[in-house]
Each structure stands twice: as C-alpha cells, then as structure tokens.
C-alpha cells in the first residue's frame, strides 16, 4: 500500500516559472515530511523538511506548504531555472522508526530555457 | 568532507548468484540505511544501522540482509538474485538515527543488472 503519494509524475515549466509538485500520505503517525532532488547518476540529496506544526518553511526559492487536516504537503519553486531540472521525491516518515524513509513516486522536473 | 561512498558503481550479475554490496559513511556517522530504488517501485526501504544493530527492517525477503562494522561501514547482501532484482541500491548516511534530527546523506548507489 503506498503511503505517500506523488502527482504529477512529470512537470515542464518554463524559466522563470513555479513549479508546484504534491503529496498526499495516509498515516497520521507521519511527522517529518522531507524533499529530495536527484539528479541522473546521483543519489537524492535533501531540499528542504517540515515538520506538522508548521504550515510553511522557505529556504531561498524552495518553499513547503503543509496542510496537516488534508494530510497534504507541497513543493513549490519560484523563479525556476534549467538547472532545477531533476527528479523530485517527498518522503515521510515517523519518530519511532529512525531514518525509514517513505518515498513518493517521484516527479521529473524540466524547466525550459 | 568525503561523501557517501559506495561500491562497487556497477555491477552485473546473473540468476541464482549472490552479490555484496558495500558502503562507507561520512566519517562520524554512525547510522547506515539502505534503499532500493527502480523505475516501477521507486525508493523502498530495505534496512537501517546504527552501532552495528539492525534498528528497522523493510518489507523484503529474507534473501536481502545486511550488516555494520564496528567502524560504522555497511555490507548488504542479496542471495539468490532474481531479475527483479536489478536495481539502484542506494546507502544513506546519518550521525543518529532520527530523521527529524539528522540530515540523511545518500551515496550515487550500486547500479545491480540481474541478467
């Protein structure tokens, strides 16, 4: 069963745009929501975390919206640039299980020059 | 500061074989975790280490195991290979082992063909 799920699967932006990926989980035992960017032939490096009782957090152009009462979380980068573009993973995960990390699918960025 | 490093890059195998896989961590950390990532299932969780005792388990078959060292480097293991299988393996270091308190530090994986 996944609990963490990812839309959309593919996102192309145009430079300069936002882009706003989304998540939704299930398990209410979640309280810690990170981001990952991954770039082809790297591992995930982390963008950015929040944790529930805080609807927002901005780091620079990445920004976390987090809505606790519809278990949904989001991505948004403002002014993207060609170099954002990479795969996107929100991930979950719950105090009493250490560094076990539920991911989303994934959603591949192009941001277009 | 090296990274997460992890080998061998690539590696192919055939059916029925075993392969271990290794992965050492920024120095200081003391946790290791492992992920298993494919086109079809995306990242899954296969184990966690801290202080050479295995702290969680994922959802696969006894077939995957893994073990730490007192150094805090990592093996894992997979018997049996089958071709589904083949995967990204990916290690994951952290200086603990609560994710709300620790960067989680990924190394570029071992690329396993299963043929």
């Known amino acids: 069963q996944q609990q963490v799920k990812q839309s959309p699967q593919s996102l192309i932006v145009q430079k300069g745009g936002i882009s706003i990926i989304n998540c939704a989980y299930e398990?209410?035992?979640?309280?810690?929501f990170p981001w990952y960017q991954q770039f082809p032939g790297k591992g995930p490096a982390l963008l950015i975390a929040?944790?529930?009782?805080?609807s927002e957090k901005k780091e620079g152009r990445f920004t976390i919206s987090f809505n606790k009462s519809a278990k949904q979380f989001s991505l948004h980068i403002m002014d993207s640039q060609p170099g954002d573009s990479a795969t996107y993973f929100c991930?979950?995960?719950?105090?009493?299980?250490?560094?076990?990390?539920?991911f989303g699918g994934g959603t591949r960025l192009m941001v277009k020059p | 500061k090296a990274g997460v490093t992890q080998t061998p890059r690539y590696l192919i195998k055939t059916r029925g074989q075993q392969v271990t896989l290794s992965c050492s961590p920024i120095?200081?950390?003391?946790?290791v975790s492992w992920y298993q990532q494919t086109p079809g299932q995306g990242l899954q969780f296969l184990f966690e280490y801290f202080s050479e005792t295995q702290r969680n388990k994922g959802n696969f078959p006894g077939r995957f195991s893994g073990r730490q060292f007192s150094n805090s480097r990592s093996e894992m293991n997979v018997s049996t290979l089958e071709l589904g299988d083949s995967a990204l393996y990916l290690c994951a270091s952290s200086l603990g082992v609560r994710a709300t308190n620790e960067k989680l530090f990924f190394g570029s994986g071992t690329q396993l063909s299963v043929l």
């Open positions: 929040i944790r529930p009782d805080v």
């Open positions: 398990n209410t035992a979640f309280d810690y």
């Open positions: 120095s200081g950390h003391r946790s």
């Open positions: 991930a979950a995960s719950m105090g009493n299980a250490g560094n076990m990390l539920t």
